[in-house]
Nanobody
Framework: QVQLVESGGGSAQAGGSLRLSCAAS????????MGWFRQAPGKNREGVAT???????VYADSVKGRFTISRGVGANTLSLQMSSLKPEDTAIYFC???????????????????????WGQGTQVTVSS
């Protein structure tokens, strides 16, 4: 079955960097959309970045210019490079995958979590000021 396992979370100072990874297994086709989401204490889960089936990458306004989403070789790994971290980036970060294929070229918003069927367990990111 499909499994997603995140790693790379931890603590950082404001202005620092962290890199999250997501190892996906249980499938081989590489064109599903994948995304990163986060949930801060007391807040709803929000989309951070999506990489669409056509390779388009879209970011939430709050992380644009600071975070970079990418697929690894074989497309069964997903990364999130986070730079210029802020205390408000503190959250549990989740990677997720869709069951369908969606083109994102020309879009300016991350794909809604309603489209994602597979989720990792999450990894904690804490940014201190």
């Amino acid at each position: 079955q499909v499994q997603l396992v995140e790693s790379g979370g931890g603590s950082a100072q404001a202005g620092g960097s962290l890199r999250l990874s997501c190892a996906a297994s249980g499938y081989t086709y590489s064109y599903y959309c994948m995304g990163w989401f986060r949930q801060a204490p007391g807040k709803n889960r929000e989309g951070v970045a999506t990489i669409y089936s056509d390779g388009a990458r879209v970011y939430a306004d709050s992380v644009k210019g600071r975070f970079t989403i990418s697929r690894g070789v074989g497309a069964n790994t997903l990364s999130l490079q986070m730079s210029s971290l802020k205390p408000e980036d503190t959250a549990i970060y989740f990677c997720a995958r869709t069951s369908g294929y969606y083109a994102g070229r020309g879009l300016s918003s991350v794909l809604s979590e309603d489209y994602f069927n597979y989720w990792g367990q999450g990894t904690q990111v804490t940014v201190s000021s």
